[in-house]
């Protein structure tokens, strides 16, 4: 793509030194570089920060060759903490909105699924694999994105000590490629719930003929005993203020000789506020876990048996759906305009580079209750001799 810069007005100082400690210019030459379309940018950094620069990429304001690895240098030179002028002072309103107000209520649980996860299954099933598993795949020995989630499932399994006949609860099921494949592989009868309609009718449809029911359901509403619960990439919606009332709902939940396992993506410190431009157009109501944050509410509820951390397969899983959601643009266009596709393209390429920084991390722990007597033996899927230029595919990003 050929962008012609508008240069009728010079970026402030303030913005180029803050990018310049991330070893970022306007208008450079490198792949990392912001290309300026409109002047009009700058205003929109000065005043809201990554909230405008998110909404300036959507309307073309500026370009990137490779959003990866811009956000990977600002995010490593701290710059989302940085903030300019105006918008230190949206960013401190921000963090007082998120602690002093719940916004993860039960009236409020169902706008992600409504915003994000309802945009459209013709978007989903272009970008994910074939089960349509819409969460970090595990690339220990895995060459493509398929045997990545295959792999992924089976230790999630693994992890579970699941058992012909078991009773499993999925929060946050999705399009049902979890339920299934643990009743189809390993015989155990599921109870999956999800916040989205969308997600709800490919998930029951896929699920058909299977030992699972699927519920459009709050985790809170949840009712029974389970021999296993797991949770895959739905924590990342319960909020500070409901950990609490998520871990007692799920300990109540949970036979006392059972096993829970928690996928989260996690932060590498604790933090204020969720990013603005992904919290409006992305993730409404989202919050990250600290280890802290985390580690504080499960105690008295939860052992922790294992917390395993493979953040970095997260960068080459982006990676992964956003080439394959480009592939798939010729034939997407028909029903989305350009901006959405903008819009697609940043926060997938935004949260690689966010994982490749090291800000991003993504944790499974398995917990148990108190009352469990038998001892715990974690689980890692065997690695081949080569596995270790596959372990990650930063380096290879940042040529």
Not at 60 to 65: A, K, N, R, S, V
Not at 168 to 187: K, M, T, V
Request: glycine share 8%; hydrophobic share 40%.
């Amino acid at each position: 793509m050929n962008y012609v810069p508008a240069l009728s007005i010079d970026p402030p100082n303030v913005l180029i030194e803050l990018l310049a400690r991330a070893d970022v210019r306007f208008n450079g030459t490198r792949p990392w570089d912001m290309r300026v379309n409109d002047a009009r940018l700058y205003r929109r950094l000065l005043t809201q920060w990554s909230l405008g620069a998110g909404e300036a990429y959507v309307d073309g304001d500026w370009d990137c060759e490779r959003l990866d690895m811009l956000f990977d240098r600002l995010l490593r030179a701290d710059l989302d903490r940085t903030a300019p002028g105006t918008a230190r002072l949206r960013l401190l309103l921000e963090s007082l909105r998120q602690r002093v107000f719940n916004l993860q209520t039960v009236a409020r649980a169902h706008q992600v699924g409504e915003r994000h996860y309802d945009i459209g299954n013709d978007v989903f099933e272009a970008m994910l694999d074939s089960r349509m598993i819409y969460s970090c795949a595990y690339w220990g020995r895995a060459r493509d994105l398929e045997q990545a989630q295959l792999d992924k499932l089976e230790m999630i399994c693994r992890k579970l000590a699941l058992q012909p006949g078991e009773k499993l609860l999925d929060i946050g099921c999705g399009w049902g490629g979890l339920a299934r494949f643990a009743a189809e592989r390993f015989g155990v009868r599921v109870t999956g719930i999800t916040i989205s309609k969308e997600q709800l009718a490919i998930a029951q449809a896929r699920c058909e003929g299977w030992p699972v029911t699927l519920l459009l359901q709050d985790y809170r509403s949840v009712q029974g005993s389970f021999d296993k619960i797991v949770s895959v990439g739905m924590f990342e919606h319960v909020g500070l203020k409901n950990y609490g009332v998520y871990f007692d709902t799920t300990r109540r939940l949970l036979a006392p000789d059972g096993l829970f396992l928690l996928h989260t993506i996690g932060v590498d410190r604790r933090a204020p506020h969720t990013d603005p431009w992904i919290e409006r157009y992305i993730f409404p109501n989202g919050k990250l876990p600290s280890a802290q944050e985390l580690a504080g509410a499960l105690e008295g509820r939860f052992i922790v048996e294992d917390w395993h951390n493979f953040g970095l397969d997260y960068d080459r899983t982006l990676m992964c759906w956003a080439e394959r959601f480009e592939a798939a643009w010729a034939r997407l266009s028909a029903g989305y305009d350009e901006g959405f596709r903008r819009m697609f393209r940043y926060y997938l390429l935004s949260c690689a580079g966010f994982f490749r920084s090291r800000q991003g991390q993504l944790w499974q722990l398995v917990l148990s209750g108190p009352a469990r007597r038998e001892a715990y033996r974690s689980f890692r899927p065997p690695l081949p001799l080569s596995a270790a230029p596959l372990a990650s595919t930063a380096a290879a990003n940042q040529r």
